[in-house]
């Protein structure tokens, strides 16, 4: 399915439809071309969220919230992980575990409702034909719309407890880049899955539940007393764990590498390893694309 | 103009079912399989068609043209692959064979209402969709009172979908869909939702879109009315293949020789004891007891008796679906000889012209001896048949209970002043 320049005669785009095979290229052009529809559906994903809530716009930071309340008492008070973040930062836990929530809300929901967004909306896609990769896009847009209504909290937060952004805050909207790059990846790969995998959706919980564990989310690294050159391997290939760290180092101004667990070394290896998510994502929804009204 | 605006060359659509290709694989299914044999589940991937023991063909090698400007009609019975081609036409399915070069844009209406929240409000929805089917926000924007006006729902605008009724909802979906504006417009079986009202505004509609804007529309419905109204060429699928192609009232006819004929469309009984009906069978002018308005009929009746009967009298009323007497006629051994002796007779009556409007009706047939005399048999609700209107084309079409029958009538106009 692929259009082809206009005929001279007719002026009219021929559209061919025939069976395609293998890899699929992206229709970037089609893609441009319907780029309002993606605004309506991101707009139609906040109107619905926002419509009937109680709390409003404040819905949106209550679980970050109380995951970070969550991970503060249990892992830092409780668990006494405050003190591995040293006198200064200790009693910062809250703040040390909200700069990793920010960047994770996002990808969490990419993962999740992201993963399941195809299967949710099978009546759309069984009816009419548009983009598919809008689906997903949509919810991580939705998603983006969320965290800048969590970072105007994470700023209220910070003036709280008397932290300042690094230097490296000048670098934040690569960072952001990034972020939502690695997000749409998972997006896409998880959606393209559960629905050519009937049971991957009962994976999903389970996945993203370690991956934010493996993400060093509600509690430093330091916590591993030991880290060999083994568990450096093992860590760079979680590109979310270099995002995180990237996002501590740039929120959390004068922290040591210590607490926030930055290395350039990681942040490479999420670049790499974003690019690649991110290309595998694109093309195996592309190439599933053309099952999906059949399987759905 | 030169290029047909649709070419449809050999399309074949196959599903596969059984060891589910497709359907209720999961990942620990595959897993497993690669564990097994790596390479083997690779190779499966890349060639389905040689996997699967079953694949079910919903469509087979459909050819076919459709020029700029065209309406054409497809029908066929549930299951024909009437809504699998639409869909490979939409682009929302991809063929498993074949090719189709559309040249020009492609709108579809599969569904009214695709992607409306419930949620949000008429307002709100009618952008909503209307980017979903493909139009510009501009676009929208500027057509935004008519789509308004077409469905009538003005004061309910800002109120959520979910609080309107389906008639509401139906309206307001229709309005949308109608505004588009692409070269190619698919339409299935939409005419099918609504009242009455509301499907003669969507008629009225279509008749626009077609005939008046010169839209090339490909127009799906088991309404056969619509069909004949709207169209002038039609495609017959049937079991996926195209069985009939050419001018509507042929393609038509060649659909409704499709059913089966239900054994009772014919009465049949054996005799009996008593003077018995053995067979009623009502003949009209399409095959499948169809009949159409103001054609001759005929209903033969044969009643086989033992013994004489003393001043027969046989008479049939065609009774609509309240059962209320629509047409009487009767035969008496006065007038005409029968039943004098035992035997089997077979009573023939000709209505040169059936005027009965368009609706389902049965016959209901007594026999009697003379006046006063007992009563034999009385038959309910046999013979169904239904009478249509195919063919006689009236401005704003027919509709439901506009009347019980056409009458003859002549008409004289003069000025008086």
Partial sequence: MRPVAPAAEDFAIETILAPSKGWIGINWSELFH???????????????????????????????????????????????????????????????????????????????????????????????????????????????????????????????????????????????????????????????????????????????????????????????????????????????????????????????????????????SSIIITTGLVLLGMFYFRRTERRFADIA | MSKPIISIENISKAYYIGRAMDQNKTFRETLADIAHAPLRRLREQAAPTTACEEAFWALREVNFEVNRGEVLGLVGR?????????????????????????????????????????????????????????????????????????????????????????????????????????????????????????????????????????????????????????????ILLRKGRIAAAGPTPEVISKYLEDSVAAPDLIYSAPPGDEPRITRAEIVTSESNNVHRNCEPARVIIEITTPKPINGARLSFHACNNLGEAMIYLWAHDGDYPMCREPGTYRLTCTIPKLRLYQGNYTLRIHLKEYAGGREFQQLEGICPFEVVMYGKDREGGWHQGMCTYLEDGAWQVERTA
């Avoid at chain 1, 690695?182 to 370690?210: G, H, K, M």
């Fill in chain 2, 78 to 234: 549930n299951g024909a692959g009437k809504s699998t081609l639409l869909k490979v036409l939409s682009r929302i399915t991809e063929p498993t064979e074949g090719r189709a070069v559309l040249r020009g844009r492609v709108a579809s209406l599969l569904e009214v209402g695709t992607g409306f929240h419930p949620e949000l409000t008429g307002r709100e929805n009618i952008y909503l969709n209307g980017s979903i089917l493909g139009m510009k926000r501009s676009e929208i924007q500027r057509k935004f009172d008519q789509i308004v006006a077409f469905s009538e729902i003005e004061q309910f605008l800002d109120t959520p979908v979910k609080r309107y009724s389906s008639g509401m909802y139906v309206r307001l979906a229709f309005a949308v869909a109608a505004h588009l504006e692409p070269e190619i417009l698919i339409v299935d079986e939409v005419l099918a939702v609504g009242d009455a009202q509301f499907q003669k505004r969507c008629l009225g509609k279509m008749q626009e879109v077609t005939q008046g804007q010169g839209r090339t529309v490909i127009f799906v419905s088991h309404n056969m009315q619509a069909v004949s109204t709207l169209t002038s060429r039609c």
């Fill in chain 1, 34 to 268: 319907s780029r309002e529809l993606l605004y309506f559906l991101v707009w139609r994903d906040i109107k619905v969220r926002y419509k009937q809530a109680v709390l409003g716009a404040g819905w949106v930071v209550l679980q970050p919230l109380f995951n970070m309340i969550l991970f503060t008492l249990v892992f830092g008070s409780a668990a006494g992980f405050n003190k591995q973040l040293g006198r200064e930062w200790g009693p910062k836990y809250a703040v040390f575990v909200f700069a990793a929530l920010l960047p994770w809300q996002l990808f969490a929901t990419a993962l999740n409702s992201g993963g399941m967004s195809l299967l949710s909306q099978t009546n759309l896609i069984t009816k009419i034909y548009f983009p598919r990769l809008y689906v997903p896009t949509s919810v991580v847009g939705g998603a983006l719309f969320d965290m800048a209504i969590s970072m105007v909290f994470v700023i209220g937060l910070m003036a709280w407890y008397h932290v300042m952004p690094s230097i490296a805050i000048l670098f934040l909207p690569f960072l952001l880049i990034l972020t939502i790059a690695c997000s749409l990846s998972v997006a896409y790969l998880f959606s393209a899955l559960t629905i050519t995998y009937r049971d991957f959706r009962f994976l999903i919980p389970f996945i993203s539940q370690v991956w934010m564990f493996a993400s060093f989310v509600a509690f430093p690294l330091s916590v591993f007393s030991a880290i060999g050159p083994k568990t450096r391997m093992v860590l760079a290939l979680n590109p979310m764990y270099g995002i995180i760290a990237a996002w501590r180092k740039v929120l959390l101004g004068g922290a040591p590498d210590k607490i926030t667990g930055w290395d350039p070394l990681y942040l490479a």
